[in-house]
T-cell receptor, first 111, second 113 residues
Framework: EADIYQTPRYLVIGTGKKITLECSQTMGHDKMYWYQQDPGMELHLIHYSYGVNSTEKGDLSSESTVSRIRTEHFPLTLESARPSHTSQYLC??????????FGQGTRLTVV | AQTVTQSQPEMSVQEAETVTLSCTYDTSESDYYLFWYKQPPSRQMILVIRQEAYKQQNATENRFSVNFQKAAKSFSLKISDSQLGDAAMYFCAYEWGAQKLVFGQGTRLTINP
């Protein structure tokens, strides 16, 4: 069982609301990632981090932002949620060259 | 940019049979890592197998093995003696230089009893 946790697991929220998806890992991994995945579809990298105070945008343009103030914590924030943001968001962490450990995901629905 | 392509959106196999999932990738690097991940329905993504590009020997994990063809930039996954629990989405992934981990489009594998 991987020590990486995402909260909430499910979220339904109204358009225009600000939301933060939480991701925490207790393995001391430097690298953390956020992926967006529609059900049964491919993963799109939206943000990643190599360590504290290091964040980069991924391949998929996203209106979200991230922060990495502590090694174990990598929250993702949407300032103004829209229906197009409805998706599943997966967080992962890893050490270099090793396997990535994934959280259980947050399924977001914006109405 | 590095890309990963899985050309089989769906595959099915009879229980106890063998199935091969395809993956190709595009890179100009010589040293990198390749992975196969499994995502069961409504469950967490987990690693199936990994391959270092500098190793010529194909990786094997129990019933799972890969056919790594570096010159052809091909990295297929073979599942032997398929079991019902193998049903899942399978993703091929690439990583170079300890940087971002890039995934393919995924292949949905169905096991027929």
């Amino acid at each position: 069982e991987a020590d990486i946790y995402q909260t909430p697991r499910y979220l339904v929220i109204g358009t225009g609301k600000k939301i933060t998806l939480e991701c925490s890992q207790t393995m001391g991994h430097d690298k953390m990632y956020w992926y967006q995945q529609d059900p049964g579809m491919e993963l799109h990298l939206i943000h990643y981090s190599y360590g504290v105070n290091s964040t980069e945008k991924g391949d998929l343009s996203s209106e979200s932002t991230v922060s990495r103030i502590r090694t174990e914590h990598f929250p993702l924030t949407l300032e103004s949620a829209r229906p197009s943001h409805t998706s599943q968001y997966l967080c992962a962490s890893r050490e270099s060259d090793t396997e990535a450990f994934f959280g259980q995901g947050t399924r977001l629905t914006v109405v | 940019a590095q890309t990963v392509t899985q050309s089989q959106p769906e595959m099915s196999v009879q229980e106890a049979e063998t199935v091969t999932l395809s993956c190709t990738y595009d890179t100009s690097e010589s040293d990198y890592y390749l992975f196969w991940y499994k995502q069961p329905p409504s469950r967490q993504m987990i690693l199936v197998i990994r391959q270092e590009a500098y190793k010529q020997q194909n990786a094997t994990e129990n019933r799972f093995s890969v056919n790594f063809q570096k010159a052809a930039k091909s990295f297929s996954l073979k599942i032997s003696d398929s079991q019902l629990g193998d049903a899942a989405m399978y993703f091929c992934a690439y990583e170079w230089g300890a940087q971002k981990l890039v995934f393919g489009q995924g292949t949905r594998l169905t096991i027929n009893p």
